[in-house]
């Protein structure tokens, strides 16, 4: 069915008419990569679609183009990871906020499911604010459910929110169940016996030091209850901001 949010589905004249009442396009951002033997590859970018969905039924906004791989070096020792340079990412996302600011976009929203895109972004978000004079703010999603969600999952800390856990885990079965394969789901301790004991450092372990298979945390925990519910509050968080922030 086609979803009249998404740029890549309309017409060049549908979506002439339509920038004419809208300045505020959603960039969802995602990866491929190690995702738990429970989820695909593309969980990142699965999931950024849906949220960014769901976010722009309730705002007057375009959905523009998926930046669907991202800077996942520190996975890169797990089959199927692909990654980009940072310099890469940095281009593509240049010329896509190039092409939407001559459209006549002001107000940027990035929807972005991975860590290590979110210091590009924000790089390029600052600098094109200055030089435009246009709005730009990111929802690093995985960050951004932790304090919103303390109510809803039953761990704290990385236990719950760790990589392909309980909060992962948990949207994954709301928003696509189809793609969840619960018989391979497991609790992972982090193997790496220095993870954690330092958490005020930043450090660079590779991820392969801290899981043998991508999981990071309780995913047992996870439940399609639990993601409805992390994703209705999230959503509607970002709506929240967006209408405050953007006026759409």
Excluded at 37 to 54: F, Q, T
Excluded at 73 to 94: C, D, H, N, W
Excluded at 122 to 131: F, H, L, T, V
Aim: aromatic share 12%.
């Amino acid at each position: 069915m086609k979803n009249t949010n998404w740029l890549k589905e309309m017409s060049w004249t549908e979506f002439d008419e339509r920038r004419k009442n809208c300045d505020t396009v959603i960039i969802p951002g995602g990866a491929i990569e190690v995702y738990g033997p429970h989820m695909p590859l593309g969980s990142d970018s699965i999931v950024s679609a849906a949220i960014c969905e769901l976010v722009a039924q309730k705002v007057n906004a375009v959905i523009g183009p998926m930046i669907e791989v991202g800077e996942s070096a520190s996975l890169y020792q797990f089959p199927g990871t692909v990654k980009i340079m940072p310099e890469t990412y940095a281009a593509i996302t240049r010329d896509i906020m190039n092409s939407m600011i001559k459209w006549g976009f002001k107000n940027f929203m990035f929807i972005n499911m991975h860590a290590g895109n979110v210091p590009i972004i924000g790089q390029i978000a600052r600098e094109y604010q200055r030089e435009y004079g246009i709005h730009c703010a990111q929802i690093d999603w995985w960050r951004f459910t932790q304090p919103n969600t303390t109510d809803i999952c039953k761990n704290s800390g990385w236990m719950a929110h760790g990589h392909a856990s309980e909060c992962g885990t948990s949207v994954m079965m709301y928003l696509h169940p189809e793609y969840v394969d619960t018989t391979k789901i497991e609790l992972v301790k982090a193997q790496n016996p220095k993870f954690g004991k330092f958490p005020d450092v930043v450090t660079y372990y590779e991820f392969r030091d801290n899981t043998y298979n991508g999981i990071l945390g309780d995913a047992t925990l996870a439940s399609p209850e639990k993601g409805k519910a992390i994703v209705e509050k999230c959503v509607n968080r970002i709506v929240e901001f967006m209408k405050f922030e953007f006026g759409c």
